[in-house]
């Protein structure tokens, strides 16, 4: 599975969108970009995945470049709950486990 | 939403004792995996299995550890001999077999040996 990179860490305020970058330049084309968060020591919470579109759902969008070698999830109006490591995955198409790098520490702010 | 329920929350254990930890994945669910994550480090892949065995495992899950799913809704991860560097928050995982199926998380077990 190809390698990801992310920022250590981000902040932001709460209400605003939080923009979280992950780069995959070495994505191949049946590789998928996933998106997982643990808050506090929890388990990993399963957020977003997607190919080459971009994809919403009720928690997050995902937005891929055209080349698929960066992406990034959105969090539309971010809460103080949403503060958590948050990682970036690629994972081959049918591929079994999920490799966790060290991810983003996003900080929600009042 | 359904859940992974993992039991118990927390273990404590002296060095050399056996450990069972219990995890119950979603009921249609096919694949299970064990992870862990020691204090301040990243989330490890442990094993994977799949239609009764193991289909997948890392360098970690070394001769001292046993997976089981002894009856159709539990999944267990046994250490023999537990070691001081064994002390982590272990998780289990499962997902259905459908290719780019999500994986769903238990909250986890915190294992401390002393």
């Known amino acids: 599975d190809a390698k990801t990179t992310q920022p250590p860490s981000m902040d932001c305020a709460e209400g605003r969108a939080a923009n979280l970058p992950c780069n995959h330049s070495?994505?191949?084309?049946?590789?998928?970009v996933y998106w997982y968060r643990q808050i506090h020591s929890q388990g990993p919470q399963y957020i977003i995945h997607?190919?080459?579109n971009n994809e919403t759902n009720e928690m997050a969008s995902l937005i891929i470049t055209e080349d698929r070698k960066s992406s990034t999830l959105i969090l539309p109006h971010a809460t103080l709950r949403d503060t958590a490591v948050y990682y970036c995955?690629?994972?081959?198409?049918?591929?079994?486990?999920?490799?966790f790098g060290a991810g983003t520490i996003l900080r929600v702010k009042s | 939403e359904p859940e992974v329920t993992q039991t118990p929350s927390h273990q404590v254990t002296q060095m050399g004792q056996e450990v069972i930890l219990r995890c119950v994945p979603i009921?249609?669910?096919?694949?299970f995996y064990w992870y862990r994550q020691i204090l301040g480090q990243k989330v490890e892949f442990l094993v994977s299995?799949?239609?009764?065995?193991?289909?997948?495992k890392s360098e970690i899950f070394d001769d001292q550890f046993s997976v089981e799913r002894p009856d159709g809704s539990n999944f267990t991860l046994k250490i023999r001999s537990t070691k001081l560097e064994d002390s982590a928050m272990y998780f289990c995982?499962?997902?259905?077999?459908?290719?780019?199926?999500?994986?769903?998380f238990g909250s986890g077990t915190q294992l401390s040996v002393l």
């Open positions: 995982a499962s997902r259905t077999d459908r290719g780019n199926e999500k994986l769903f």
């Open positions: 070495t994505i191949s084309g049946n590789e998928y």
């Open positions: 997607g190919l080459k």
């Open positions: 995955i690629v994972r081959v198409q049918y591929g079994n486990k999920l490799v």
């Open positions: 009921s249609n669910h096919l694949y």
């Open positions: 299995f799949y239609n009764n065995e193991i289909s997948e």
